[in-house]
């Protein structure tokens, strides 16, 4: 079946620019994360969504970012004013029902947000 | 809060040879999960390799096998019989159910090169 899909693959905007970031989970999947992945560095944590609960937003780095997941399934990370620092691979990854216990998380490509 | 450490950003191996890609991390949870990725150029995150901390006996899936040291906190990662196809960064990664977290904990990542 399909797999995570991410849009745009990539995306170059000016600094000061808000950016949104889209992420269709694979179909059924309940759990959506968000990670960032600068030059060089793992991946680093920024949003969980599970089913309809309240979002587990403890990895934004500022306020500037935002995420929100329509209908349980489409998820878009908007970043607001953007800055150079922001630019990274954002991934995107989604968990089936009943995998909490063990956490499988099925990746997207990504999308590579570059600041101008 | 957990850590995991990579200290090898390169590594390379000669193809059908064998690599150890080493990985530690710091916890005081119990029960908890390590993970090998893979991320080849696509930018796309594969599970390589997955263990369970109450679990004694080292995964192993084909050509890939951990060896986990839990006194030690150490999470290695063997690959035998390298394919050029094996070329990519592998990341080691935790998760904990009991930090009341879902978040996956990366390192920085090892960067494997397979010379023909």
């Known amino acids: 079946g399909a797999g995570v899909s991410q849009s745009p693959s990539n995306k170059v905007t000016e600094k000061g620019k808000d950016v949104e970031l889209r992420c269709d989970p694979i179909?059924?999947?309940?759990?959506l994360y968000w990670y960032r992945q600068s030059l060089g560095q793992g991946l680093e944590f920024l949003i969980y969504?599970?089913?309809?609960?309240?979002?587990?937003k403890s990895g934004l780095p500022s306020d500037r970012f935002s995420a929100e997941r329509t209908g349980g399934s489409v998820s878009t990370l908007t970043i607001q004013r953007t800055q150079q620092e922001d630019s990274a691979v954002y991934l995107c990854a989604s968990s089936p029902p009943g995998t909490t216990a063990y956490n499988e998380q099925f990746f997207g490509p990504g999308t590579r947000l570059t600041v101008l | 809060a957990q850590t995991v450490t990579q200290s090898q950003p390169e590594m390379s191996v000669q193809e059908a040879e064998t690599v150890t890609l080493s990985c530690t991390y710091d916890t005081s949870e119990s029960d908890y999960y390590l993970f090998w990725y893979k991320q080849p150029p696509s930018r796309q995150m594969i599970l390589v390799i997955r263990?369970?901390?109450?679990?004694?006996q080292n995964a192993t899936e084909n050509r890939f096998s951990v060896n986990f040291q839990k006194a030690a906190k150490s999470f290695s990662l063997k690959i035998s019989d390298s394919q050029l196809g094996d070329a990519a960064m592998y990341f080691c990664a935790y998760y904990g159910p009991g930090a009341g977290s879902y978040q996956l904990t990366f390192g920085k990542g090892t960067k494997l090169s397979v010379i023909p």
């Open positions: 179909s059924g999947h309940t759990a």
């Open positions: 263990q369970e901390a109450y679990k004694q």
């Open positions: 969504f599970q089913g309809n609960s309240a979002p587990d």
